[in-house]
């Protein structure tokens, strides 16, 4: 089978991502973000990264193909997200794609963004093995599949009911005075933290919880927990230590992500766990994930954070693999879906 040259575009949220790939061969992966223009709203404004696509894509699209020493007539398909992510921002890549594949004359893949999550690890060089649970954790996502075939058979076991995990790492960082975007300044903060100074709740983990929604998660209780706790604090004029606070945070997010994958993982008699998303920088995540998996016999896949945010590469990847598959390519009538299922 021969391995096909792909471009990838990916706009669903600040990142601007043009990525090239030859097969399962990385060639390039280029980012622009948007990131700084949304630093002084505490937040992605949906508005601004569309617009910042805009003007970002063609340049990157540039110096992803230099990067690869390519042309665009050497490419055998474009790839690009068409959901889930913000429905402004997605339309400026699929806008973008549609307009390249029919210039060139090339197919055009449509994939969804969580799935192309679950092929970037395919980019490592390393032996890929199925089935295996995802954990995908992000600004955006807070996700749980179950993978049997990449290209045919990935379940959605859970997600988030209210924030993502990076979302409330940003909303935690507002609370205690640190700066947007917020996971690395907790992560720097918590460092010297003990992460047991205070209990903070773990979202849906009670019993019947686990019985009722036991692959999703919840994140809204805890900020608002943080919040509590520090206005009581303030009041009562006590001396608050930020590392501690953000410590106790973060191990209350570690521990439930960690859990459940690790129950996914026990309920499918799955030994395998891959990791995805921004948040995947967290220093504490990567150190208990390895410990309780070890602990648990899963082996853990963690791939370079650059595949693991927001990027291109990762949705060229998932289309060459569709690609070798056999799939067809998408006809041209598909849109920005916001909500697309995986
Ligand atoms: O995947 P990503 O770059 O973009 C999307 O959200 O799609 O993830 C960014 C998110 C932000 O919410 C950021 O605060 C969080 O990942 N993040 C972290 C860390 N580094 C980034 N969260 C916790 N700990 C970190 N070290
Ligand atoms: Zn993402």
Redesign the pocket.
Known sequence: RTEPLVLGIETS???TGIGIVRGRTLLSNTIASSMDEHARYGGVVPEVAARAHLEALAPAMEAALAEASVSLHDLDAVAVTSGPGLAGALMVGVGAAKALAVSLGTPLYAVNHLVGHIAADLLTGEEVEYPTVALLV????TSLALVRDLTSDVELLGETVDD????A??KIARILGLPY????E??RAAATGDPNAIRFPRGLSRASDMAKNRYDFSFSGLKTAVARWMEQQEAAGAEISIPDVAASFREAVVDVLVTKALAACADHGVPRLLLG???I???R?REVALARAAEAGVTVRIPPLTL???NGAMIAALASELIMSGRRPSTLDFGADSTLPV
């Open positions: 949220c600040d990142e992000s600004g955006g996502h993502a995990a990076g979302e790492f940003d975007p917020g996971g690395p907790i992560d998303g921004g948040v920088a967290n220093a995540l693991c945010t927001d």
